[in-house]
Nanobody, 119 residues
Framework: QVQLVESGGGLVQAGGSLRLSCTTS????????MRWYRQPPGKQRELVAT???????NYADSVKGRFTISRDNAKNTVYLQMNSLKPEDTAVYYC?????????????WGQGTQIPVSS
């Protein structure tokens, strides 16, 4: 059973910083791309950042220059460093990973962590 467990969420003031972590556990053979998504209140889920196994990164325009995605392949963990937070960054943040476990490849999600950004 593959699980993604997020940590690091919480209330933060505008202009502040926060770091999210997401660790993959279980019977994993290989983890390919890892991503962070977010779902603002009343809106659809959106892709925030992606990092490949070879550490290539991509960001949504709305977070470029403020957020940094990174990963530690030895720890099966992906991070999202969020700086200069704005009230419009308020959302539930989800990690996502393409995992090869045994003989199957699947798309797995974390439980989501609430990030309220106060003005």
């Amino acid at each position: 059973q593959v699980q993604l467990v997020e940590s690091g969420g919480g209330l933060v003031q505008a202009g502040g910083s926060l770091r999210l972590s997401c660790t993959t556990s279980g019977r994993t053979f290989s983890i390919n791309a890892m991503r962070w998504y977010r779902q603002p209140p009343g809106k659809q889920r959106e892709l925030v950042a992606t990092i490949s196994k070879s550490l290539n990164t991509n960001y949504a325009d709305s977070v470029k220059g403020r957020f940094t995605i990174s990963r530690d392949n030895a720890k099966n963990t992906v991070y999202l460093q969020m700086n200069s937070l704005k009230p419009e960054d308020t959302a539930v943040y989800y990690c996502n990973a393409d995992v090869i476990a045994g003989t199957t490849m699947g798309d797995y999600w974390g439980q989501g962590t609430q990030i309220p950004v106060s003005s």
